[in-house]
């Protein structure tokens, strides 16, 4: 099977100070789950922030798809990151968004027409639990629903890489 993630040898150091990750070595393959467990502050959430490119390593090779991301040009960084759907531990919704308008933002982003929205927003709501909620505020929905309007927005875009950084803190069971 083809890797689509490879770490080698990477770091990560914040500042000045020891690096915060070092020496990592792993490879991830397509169709698979991996789970990453540590202590808090153990630097999960930063490996996830190298692993979709919101944060560049201090030292090593990280490889996505095949292709060096580290060295990639800044143009095709954006390209790259719509293949990875992120659930960041804070959620990161837009506030003034409803949450239909919060999971339809990657096609938006991706240029989906309008006509074409309705359709695959609303089966992510229900399959989130939250047909009944499409004009909800993120203001006025509980962490467990803004949690899961995050899963369906990293999602919507059938991306090819799900990172999910303690996805399921606030929800069921
Ligand atoms: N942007 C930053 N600048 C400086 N230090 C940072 C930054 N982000 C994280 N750190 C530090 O890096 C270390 C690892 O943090 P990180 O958020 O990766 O941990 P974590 O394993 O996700 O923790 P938690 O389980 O609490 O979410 C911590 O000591 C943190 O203070
Ligand atoms: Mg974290």
């Known amino acids: 099977m083809d890797e689509i ?8 150091r914040y500042g000045a100070g020891t690096e915060t990750l ?4 792993f490879t991830l393959y397509p169709g698979s789950f991996y789970f990453l467990t540590g202590a808090s502050g153990a630097g999960k959430t930063s490996l996830l922030k190298l692993l979709y490119l919101s944060q560049r390593p201090s030292r090593g090779v990280i490889r996505l798809f095949g292709e060096d991301a580290v060295t990639m040009p800044r143009e095709r960084l954006p390209g790259f990151r719509r293949r990875i759907g992120v659930v960041f531990q804070d ?14 933002l990657p096609l938006r982003v991706a240029g989906v027409r309008e006509k074409d929205l309705e359709t695959p927003v609303a089966e992510m709501l ?7 909620r499409a004009s909800a505020r993120p203001a006025t929905l509980s962490g ?30």
């Open 91 to 104: 959620f990161r919704l837009v506030p003034h968004l409803s949450a239909f308008d919060n999971i339809a």
């Open 22 to 25: 070092a020496d990592l070595n």
């Open 5 to 12: 993630v490879r770490f080698e040898n990477v770091g990560l």
């Open 126 to 132: 229900d399959w989130v639990g939250l047909g009944d």
């Open 144 to 173: 467990g629903e803004q949690q899961r309007v995050a899963i369906a927005r990293a999602v919507i875009g059938r991306p090819e890489i799900l990172v999910a950084d303690e996805p399921t803190g606030n929800v069921d069971p």
